[in-house]
């Protein structure tokens, strides 16, 4: 069982940047393929970004590409999210996710993800 904590969110400027990281526990990280995944209030939780076990593999959502990177850090078994030239539509709860089973490739649906944290609130405002 795999337990994750996401933390870095907050108010920022239209513009802005700001870091998001998500710390794993209870399970082996290295082994796993991540995600990052969004919610604004009404709408479904949407893809952000997936990366594989050993950080070769990167997917990103059309919306964020060029803006955001996704990263990790197997020994200190943290998952980051980098974020630039933030916009209001960036805003929404995100969380990180993380899938147990073939790690050698990334994924993008939220039915791909065996594990979820509770999320950190973004706000980007205008």
């Known amino acids: 069982q795999v337990h994750l904590v996401e933390s870095g969110g907050g108010l920022v400027q239209a513009g802005g940047s700001l870091r998001l990281s998500c710390a794993a526990s209870g399970g082996t990280f290295g082994r796993y393929a991540m995600g990052w995944f969004r919610q604004a209030p009404g709408k479904e939780r949407e893809f952000v970004a997936a990366i594989n076990w050993n950080s070769v593999i990167r997917y990103y959502a059309t919306s964020v590409k060029g803006r955001f990177t996704i990263s990790r850090d197997n020994a200190k078994t943290t998952l980051y999210l980098q974020m630039n030239n933030l916009k209001p539509e960036d805003t929404a709860v995100y969380y990180c996710?993380?899938?147990?089973?073939?790690?050698?490739?990334?994924?993008?649906?939220?039915?791909?993800?065996?594990?979820w944290g509770q999320g950190t609130q973004l706000t980007v405002s205008s």
């Open positions: 996710a993380a899938r147990a089973l073939q790690a050698s490739d990334a994924y993008s649906l939220v039915k791909e993800y065996d594990y």
